[in-house]
């Protein structure tokens, strides 16, 4: 009888899709979440694919951001575009894209790993017998690791998963690129060139890419021979890649002055924290990244994370300490036994290369939120291949004391990737619904009030709005200048139909935050509720001017206009939200009394038609 052996690549890759598939099948029908809404199913961007063929066309949204990230992150855009285009809003098809990108990187970092044992050095290294373990368990460790939930099941994280892929598909190509026999042949040319466009992809994806050229040239004097002359001009390509996000973040066509301010502004988003501050909070962050990947309990969508305010805070200090030890240490290692331990490199790359991919978004580039878990996807790798490396360099010490040692690392570790698979299948089940998301969100940072506010949303969707507003209360007194809760307070009040206090809590939103055009347009639906129409005209326009693609806004100041018997101009608004939306049949409806108001019964048919053939549509 044959036995099955575990050592085949075929296998391996079966076992990586397996185990994705059973970790995150809870997930396809999970809803959109948090910054799905903005990013997905309220971006007008990803719902024209003309924009893509011409960007400067998606200007028109830059007043809200839009455009900045769509420039910078054109390839994740263009694929939730696709997505759209082939499914609309049906979550399933965005949760299966997320999955194929999250196998690909687990089945690329296999490859990678596998064509690493090849490369000069290792070739003659003792823990090359165990080449498919150390790739297999690296690849399927990070492919069922709960620390990744984030970033797979999150739909608008896909930015991160995706540029993730791209990083390690173009240093895989290098990689086999500089292995071919013959790399001026046009096979061999072919990997170069995979790897030119994986990097211009993933620098177009998102921005964690930057470091890309310096994984790739530490990857090439750590593990290839040749002269140095040859292998820089070999690497100038690629690290010509680097200027792409500089160029992209900015307008090439403004003075000097207003370049370097437009680069800050947009690396450092809407930040209140200084760099100094960030980057002392980044030493704890840190931390806690790396305790995540060796103890994944507690996790949060939103961490309520304390800012440090010294670095000669004992926690900031130890950690700085423990942070510098690392690199310092595996240095250290590299250069006393470089010419006796060959594969001290691949302790060495590891390492570098999580905090090299960390480097970006914990460092000195203040981001909004301190702490997320899908930062840690693509530096995760560097610590899944430093841990099977050490372990099977153990197994390579004492295989003569013990024979069975081999037996038992990989049943441990075939353990471990079975509890790992089993724990992130558990927190997919947190990301079940808005509801689900919220209270794990609230039980983890009770003192935050975003988690409040969000939850409280959940319970005023649901028509349970006590329940809101004690949610919404709670949030106003962990912060009383709270623009959000005031705001959704104001939407309570709304449900309620108390619309002299919605009217006051949407004052008080925008004097705390004068940009709300949701607070401005629901403003204005409380003053027209009232019969206060002028007010509600001057609410709609002003929700207009702060989001030029207010179709609601459009409609109700169609709505005012009409009211005022100025029904030309009503018509023109009405016109102009059936542009934004043409599945848009109130307006249509709206559209066809007014024409009826002018005597022109047959459009005044055709519109109404419209209306209720997109109602009956919708059903």
């Known amino acids: 009888m044959k036995t099955i052996d575990l050592r085949r690549p075929f ?23 948090f910054d799905d809404m903005p990013g997905i199913v309220d971006n007008p961007i990803i719902k024209d694919l003309q924009l893509f063929v011409k960007p400067s066309k998606a200007e028109v949204f830059d007043e809200y951001l839009e455009y900045n990230t769509f420039k910078s992150r054109y390839v994740s855009y ?7 285009k082939a499914g609309g809003l049906n979550v399933v098809g965005y949760h299966i894209v997320n999955l194929i990108i999250h196998i690909s990187a687990a089945l690329v970092i296999y490859f990678l790993i596998m064509l690493t044992f090849r490369t000069p050095y290792l070739r003659g290294s003792p823990i090359r017998a165990y080449n498919v373990h150390i790739a297999f368990f690296t690849a399927v460790i990070f492919a069922c690791h709960p620390i990744q939930t984030q970033a797979v099941t999150y739909i608008w994280q896909r930015s991160a998963s995706l540029a993730a892929l791209l990083y390690i598909l173009s240093l895989a190509s290098y990689i086999k690129w500089r292995l071919s026999s013959d790399r001026t042949s046009s096979k061999g040319f072919f990997f170069y060139l995979v790897c030119i466009i994986s990097a211009i992809l993933a620098m177009k994806t998102k921005e964690i890419a930057f470091m890309l050229p310096l994984t790739i040239a530490l990857y090439e004097f750590l593990f290839f021979e040749g002269s140095l002359r040859r292998r820089t001009l070999w690497l100038i390509p690629i690290i010509l890649c680097i200027f792409i996000i500089p160029l992209t973040l900015i307008s090439i066509d403004k003075p000097v002055g207003e370049l370097i301010g437009d680069m800050s502004k947009n690396i450092r988003g809407n930040s209140e924290l200084s760099r100094s501050l960030y980057l002392i909070t980044s030493f704890r962050v840190i931390i806690t990244y790396i305790r995540l990947i060796f103890f994944p309990v507690g996790q949060n969508l939103d961490y309520d994370y304390p800012v440090y305010q010294s670095f000669f805070d004992t926690e900031v200090l130890l950690s700085f300490v423990f942070l510098v030890s690392l690199p310092g240490l595996s240095v250290y290692l590299y250069y006393r036994y470089r010419d006796t331990v060959k594969h001290i490199r691949l302790i060495l790359f590891g390492v570098f290369w999580f905090f090299i991919n960390l480097l970006l978004e914990s460092s000195v580039i ?7 878990e899908h930062r840690l996807y693509l530096p995760s790798i560097g610590v899944f291949l430093v841990i099977t490396v050490l372990l099977f360099m153990a197994v390579e010490k004492l295989k003569k004391r013990n024979f069975q040692i081999e037996k038992a690392v990989v049943t441990g570790l075939i353990i471990i990737t079975f509890v790992l698979t089993g724990a992130a299948y558990a927190r997919n089940g947190v990301w079940k619904d808005e509801k689900t998301l919220w209270e794990n969100v609230v039980k983890n940072s009770p003192d935050k009030p975003r988690g409040h506010i969000n939850l409280g949303n959940v319970f005023l969707s649901q028509g349970k709005s006590d329940k809101a507003m004690e949610q919404y209360l709670i949030a106003l007194k962990l912060d009383p200048e709270s623009s959000e809760a005031c705001y959704n307070l104001g939407n309570v009040f709304i449900a309620q139909g108390k619309f002299d206090k919605a009217t006051e809590q949407y004052l008080m939103t925008i004097k705390l935050d004068p940009h709300n055009y949701s607070a401005h347009y629901n403003l204005g639906n409380t003053y027209q509720s009232q019969g206060l129409t002028d007010k509600a005209i001057e609410q709609y326009q002003t929700a207009i001017r702060l989001k030029p693609d207010h179709q609601g806004a459009y409609n109700n100041l169609g709505i005012a206009y009409q009211s005022q018997g100025l ?15 043409p599945g848009f049949s109130g307006a249509y409806y709206n559209l066809g009394a007014a024409y009826q108001t002018k005597g022109l019964i047959s459009k005044a048919r055709e519109h109404y038609e419209m209306a209720a053939k997109l109602l009956k549509d919708r059903k």
Not at 366 to 372: A, H, T
């Open 11 to 33: 296998l391996h890759i079966l076992l990586i899709i397996f185990l994705s598939l059973v970790a995150y099948s809870n997930t396809f029908h999970s809803p959109f979440q």
């Open 78 to 84: 263009l694929t939730f575009a696709l997505n759209y």
């Open 366 to 372: 203040p981001l909004n939120n301190v702490i997320f």
């Open 567 to 581: 029904t030309d101009k009503a018509i023109e608004q009405y016109r102009t939200a059936i542009r934004l939306n």
